[in-house]
């Protein structure tokens, strides 16, 4: 069965920072691209950032760019989100999800973990 | 940057209805679409992709279609488990990706 466990959320200031961790079981991780998604309360989804397979290629969306960096430990089955220079706009849940094979979507997501930017 | 105009923003609708979303990219995205449903409290979950392809293990009242612009989901026999909010998600500019506003389905 596949899973992925967030952890790392919580309250912080602006400007602070916070690292985001994933930890995936029930498929060979190193196969499998991999996301960030977020959903600020009450509000839609938000893509983050994307990381293939071998880390070869990394992605950001605008709003976190220069703020985010995204890694991955394939030995270690897992998946971060290093979050600098954190703003209020930036709370929201944060999903961990597993990229399908072969096309752009999202097939498992994580439970999520709760970021909250306030002073 | 692809904008994606999802409605309605809510329904409510009885158990055996029809329901169809529609969803609108502000360009061509060919078929580059996919749909998600959110339960209260808990993560998406992929139904559609590629417009009209179902996921394994999706209900088979529930499916999709369109291309280039204009794209319906369509779940034919309302059920009372598919209360939830549905998303499309557009990834036709990779590597960004952009999701539609949301609609939340209600029963009547």
């Known amino acids: 069965e596949v899973q992925l466990v967030e952890s790392g959320g919580g309250l912080v200031k602006p400007g602070g920072s916070l690292r985001l961790s994933c930890a995936a079981s029930?498929?060979?991780?190193?196969?499998?691209?991999m996301n960030w998604v977020r959903q600020a309360p009450g509000k839609g989804l938000e893509w983050v950032s994307s990381?293939?397979?071998?880390?070869?290629?990394?992605y950001y969306a605008d709003s976190v760019k220069g703020r985010f960096t995204i890694s991955r430990d394939n030995a270690k089955n897992s998946l971060y989100l290093q979050m600098n220079s954190l703003r209020a706009e930036d709370t929201a849940v944060y999903y961990c999800a597993r990229g399908k094979s072969g096309i752009a979507a999202i097939d498992y997501w994580g439970q999520g973990t709760l970021v909250t930017v306030s002073s | 940057d692809i904008q994606m105009t999802q409605s309605p923003s809510s329904l409510s609708a009885s158990v055996g209805d029809r329901v169809t979303i529609t969803c609108q990219a502000s360009?061509?995205?060919?078929?580059?679409l996919n749909w998600y449903q959110q339960k209260p409290g808990k993560a998406p979950k992929l139904l559609i992709y590629?417009?009209?392809n179902l996921e394994t293990g999706v209900p088979s009242r529930f499916s999709g279609s369109g291309s280039g612009t204009d794209f319906t989901f369509t779940i034919s026999s309302l059920q009372p488990e598919d209360i939830a909010t549905y998303y499309c998600q557009q990834y036709d500019n990779l590597p960004s990706w952009t999701f539609g506003q949301g609609t939340k389905v209600e029963i009547k």
């Open positions: 990381i293939s397979s071998s880390s070869s290629y990394i």
């Open positions: 029930g498929f060979t991780f190193s196969s499998y691209s």
């Open positions: 360009q061509d995205i060919s078929n580059y």
């Open positions: 590629d417009a009209s």
